[in-house]
């Protein structure tokens, strides 16, 4: 089955580094990846949406420049948290799908710790 | 934004019981998706059941999906220690490319 590969797991780091978060479908070319954040015991909430090739389309509320997402191939997105803070330290998600692979694959998740 | 609800939000029971998680959404859908979730884990997808089916079996998995009251059953039949995870519904997955909304989930712990 379609494998989505999300890398690193776990990042702790101290306050006002950037980290890079990535997400990558091994089998499979996917024109659109998913970023989802989830705060403990709760749901998931979408983030952004990433077409390959494309800018990102951000949900009401995430900051584009905090949340920086690139997509530049049908394999590969990255989600570059910017200047983290404590607040942002949290578990996210990416999912990739395309037009036809239904449904979405999920990586198992990084869960950032800013310091 | 939320889809909709999911109840109960924590269920404890005893291997060898079934276990049932109800989802209930706003808006119209295509179809409707069954994720379990291990405790620091990504999503596994268990079950897709479309607009126009009422039931769908998937070992011991039954989904059930009644669009007139806009709701989904989740039932695990049999449960097994191993089935401790939390349980979300998604909505919105019309195709591949299309993100998903998901419930609040239920956590289901279930005692050997």
């Known amino acids: 089955g379609a494998v989505v590969s999300q890398h690193p797991s776990w990042v702790i780091c101290k306050s006002g580094t950037s980290v890079k978060i990535e997400c990558r479908s091994l089998d499979f070319q996917a024109t659109t990846m998913f970023w989802y954040r989830q705060f403990p015991k709760q749901s998931l909430m979408l983030m952004a949406t990433?077409?390959?090739?494309?800018?990102?389309?951000?949900e009401q509320g995430v900051e584009k420049d905090k949340f920086l997402i690139n997509h530049a191939s049908l394999t590969l997105s990255t989600l570059t948290v910017t200047s983290a803070h404590p607040e942002d330290s949290s578990f996210y998600i990416c999912?990739?799908?395309?037009?036809?692979?239904?449904?979405?694959?999920f990586g198992d998740g990084t869960r950032l710790s800013i310091l | 934004s939320q889809q909709g609800e999911e109840d109960p939000q924590a269920l404890s029971i005893q291997e060898g019981e079934n276990a049932t998680m109800n989802c209930s959404y706003k808006t119209s859908i295509n179809n409707l998706q069954w994720y379990r979730q291990n405790s620091g884990r990504g999503l596994v997808h268990l079950i897709l059941i479309r607009s126009n089916e009422r039931e769908k079996h998937s070992g011991r998995l039954r989904v059930t999906l009644d669009t007139s009251k806009k709701s989904s059953s989740l039932l695990i039949t049999a449960s097994r220690a191993a089935d401790t995870a939390s349980y979300f519904c998604a909505t919105g997955g019309t195709s591949g490319n299309t993100p998903l909304v998901f419930g609040k989930g239920t956590r289901l712990s279930v005692i050997a």
């Open positions: 999912s990739a799908g395309d037009r036809v692979l239904q449904p979405q694959h």
């Open positions: 990433s077409n390959e090739g494309s800018k990102a389309t951000y």
